[in-house]
């Protein structure tokens, strides 16, 4: 009898405990901690709840700061993060899950931060496809957050330490998903 927890060539597998959130991501022969969103794993995902939602997501791009990094190994659809890139967190807008330009006459969060989450950030198809208001946006895998040696959560994506996302990152091409299930 398999695991339910095996990992197939092309995958991400994220675990958590219920309410937990911290996980464990296992691709390949890695086995890396993660952060996730502050309210853990959600079955039914909706925009604020700040969880991170189980499914399986492709990995679509890998968006990345040049000013602070260099192009790094990937598989993935790789595009520079611009000081005006932004992306649309109001269900009400048309422009909802989707990248805009800011300043945006809605709410939009920035993906030229001054800290350093986004400095790699890959676009998980999570609530795109087609896009459902209200179902959450703006699910990315990132990097992660740190206090001491200590991951802090998310507002509901999935987060690394940056050694470990340049660990992951070669690893990934545009046929990756990642898997997040309660562990």
Excluded at 58 to 73: F, G, H, I, K, T
Excluded at 76 to 105: F, H, K, S
Aim: glycine share 10%; with cysteine.
């Amino acid at each position: 009898m398999s695991d339910p927890h095996d990992i197939a060539d092309g995958e991400i597998l994220v675990t958590a405990a219920p309410g937990s959130t911290l996980g464990r991501l296992r691709i390949g022969p890695h086995d890396l901690p993660c952060a996730l969103g502050r309210s853990g794993l959600v079955e039914k995902k909706r925009e604020g709840d700040g969880g991170t939602p189980v499914g399986c997501f492709p990995l679509r791009a890998l968006r990345y700061r040049a000013d602070r990094l260099s192009v790094p190994e990937t598989g993935l659809p790789v595009t520079t993060i611009l000081p005006d890139d932004g992306w649309c967190d109001a269900p009400g807008d048309p422009a909802y899950n989707r990248p805009v330009r800011l300043p945006y006459p809605a709410s939009a969060e920035a993906m030229w931060r001054h800290d350093h989450l986004y400095d790699l950030v890959v676009l998980l198809g999570h609530n795109d496809d087609p896009v459902v208001r209200g179902a959450g946006s703006a699910i990315f895998f990132h990097l992660a957050k740190e206090a001491g040696d200590a991951l802090l959560p998310t507002e509901g994506c999935v987060a690394l330490r940056l050694r470990d996302m340049l660990t992951v990152l070669p690893l990934c091409d545009a046929r990756t998903v990642i898997r997040i299930e309660r562990g």
